[in-house]
């Protein structure tokens, strides 16, 4: 069953359009991630699912509900911890999270998900004197306090250190365990070919592509990455035209990074014989999805 359904999304802002037929579908229980140079329309994309917009143009579809004209039951089903949000500064983490608790029938333990969102501590504290991550995470609390059964994450460990980043990774992956259905927006690479089932590639308002990561990874110009110091001087111009070689850069230590498809590393090393130049501290890499999302999108993140 898909919980999601997006058909010919079209959106504009004055003459400038941010949506131009976005099409997609997210199964129930998978985490569907939506990735994107800035400013592609993915954050005005979820926010037609949320039912915080409401498209010019195409449908959308959560649980077989529109979020705008059915708003009451989609906003019982979906719970959303947008990319900015505020509070009242005065408020306490546990007012805020009694207080959402308190609009929902059968909400989840918030003192639970205080204690796995690492704010257990921080019950008293005001809105106003929390860091950008805290209320990060306590945004993702209220998202997930209505127990609902598609969530929608836009960027959501932003301003989290690494530690907190995979402990809400982990909180995600036992959000879908329990049944839930999620729709990622995010722009770390890692944090999507991590949490990911399917990805779709945003750029300039369009899908681009959509794969699974490894799909996805196995879609780019280069799928190896090799990297070593060599032993003496090597002539890169060299190294470019050589078989299956798709860029090579050098680094101002002199390390040399050669990426390419699976026939590299060997035509690579065939070369460096011929030279008599050996590769020290040589490491030999699958392409990860950076390197997808370069090629597929032609831009930086």
């Known amino acids: 069953m898909a919980m999601i359904e997006v058909r ?10 941010v949506v131009d037929g976005v099409s997609f579908e997210v199964a129930e229980g998978e985490i569907f991630g939506i990735l994107g140079p800035n400013g592609a329309g993915k954050t005005t994309t979820v926010e037609c699912v949320e039912g915080l917009r409401v498209p010019d143009a ?3 579809r959560v649980a077989g509900y529109d979020p705008v004209a059915d708003r009451d039951r989609v906003t019982l089903l979906l719970g959303a911890q947008l990319q900015e949000s505020e509070l009242q500064g005065k408020l306490t983490v546990r007012e805020a999270l009694e207080l959402y608790a308190a609009c929902y029938p059968d909400p989840a333990d ?9 704010l257990a501590d921080r019950l008293g504290v005001r809105f106003a004197k929390l860091s950008g991550g805290q209320k990060q995470r306590l945004s993702i609390a209220l998202a997930l306090i209505g127990n609902p059964r598609v969530v929608v ?6 301003g989290l250190d690494p530690r907190a980043r ?63 110091l ?18 090579v850069d050098e680094a101002r230590d002199g390390r040399i990074t050669v990426t390419g498809t699976d026939d590299s590393t060997a035509a690579l090393l065939s070369h460096l014989a011929r030279e008599g130049v050996t590769a020290h501290h040589l490491r030999v890499s699958d392409a990860t ?7 597929l999108t032609g831009t930086d993140q």
């Open 58 to 60: 195409g449908t959308v």
């Open 153 to 158: 994450l836009d960027e959501l460990t932003t």
């Open 110 to 118: 918030w003192r639970e998900l205080a204690e796995r969102l690492g």
């Open 8 to 17: 010919e999304l079209r959106k504009r802002y004055g003459g400038r359009t």
């Open 289 to 295: 999805l950076d390197d997808a999302f370069l090629d």
């Open 230 to 247: 060599p032993s003496a001087p090597l002539d890169v111009r060299a190294l470019e035209v050589l078989d299956a070689v798709v860029s």
């Open 166 to 228: 995979r402990d809400t990774w982990r909180l995600v992956e036992d959000v879908r365990a329990g049944g839930v259905t999620v729709l990622l927006v995010t722009h770390f690479m890692e944090e999507a070919q991590r949490l990911c089932d399917r990805i779709a590639l945003v750029d300039g308002g369009r899908i681009t592509a959509l794969d699974t990561p490894a799909g996805l990874i196995g879609r780019a110009a280069a799928r190896t990455v090799v990297t070593f």
